[in-house]
């Protein structure tokens, strides 16, 4: 089966402006809020009392990894159903969550890998070959131009690869939270739910990264307040799309 990007894309936005948005943002921020203020409380324990701050230290640290667990779960079933309600972030949570972590641990150890295979090898050769151009291989060469240019290539293409993965492994996550699938068998699905659709896949995920490169660069070009601003506004939207996303390539696929 195959995937229409831009009709992808397009819902995956619809469901950014369901209720699930206003529902896991909301937690978050809540989220955040237990943090901040468990911290704080932490800090005037401690002064009042070691003991004390150490309890108040690690009910904050259960909180937080309570919430977590929930959010982590819960948002893929609140943007599954465009809509937010307790039993999604409060009923069997723990094996999924469990499940989800080792999900990204596998992803990422594909990933690395493949930038292990690709960018390591292009890396050595071109610092090798522009030592030895410079007749040395003690010092540190001084890049030109086309090693520059090397280091590109080889950057893009790993990215591209790394991307593909993330395209073959893409609803293992949902399939997992909402679905309630074991680890490899959500990771054997989404392989084989994915074939034919990979390269749209790809080209579905690629406004999140938009969202993110555009959020770094007003951080970066505009700084101050109205810079930080933008960089969290647009990475809000972008980790909700991500969400949204995965649970309509779910649906699709």
Known sequence: MTLEVLQTVKSSFDRIASKASLGVAGLTIGLIAIVMGGATLTGISVALSPVLGAVVGMLTAAAYIGGLVSLSVGSLRAFDQKTVTKEMFTENIIWPF????????????FALTVAYLVLYPAIL??????GMMQGTMTGAPQLGDAAIAGLGVSGGITAI???????????????????????????????????????????????????????????????GILGTLLYMALAVIGSLYWLALLAELNERL
């Open 161 to 223: 690869l790394v991307l593909y993965v993330f395209a073959a492994l893409s609803i293992a996550l949902p399939r997992i939270a909402i679905s309630d699938k074991r680890i490899f068998q959500a990771l054997d699905e989404s392989i084989q739910a994915t074939k034919g659709s990979r390269l749209q896949i790809a080209a579905t995920i690629l406004p999140f990264a938009a969202l993110l490169v555009a959020g770094a660069g007003a951080l970066l070009v505009l700084g």
């Open 98 to 109: 469990l499940r989800i972590t080792g999900s990204n641990i596998v992803l990422q150890a």
């Open 125 to 130: 050769l071109i610092f090798g070959a522009t």
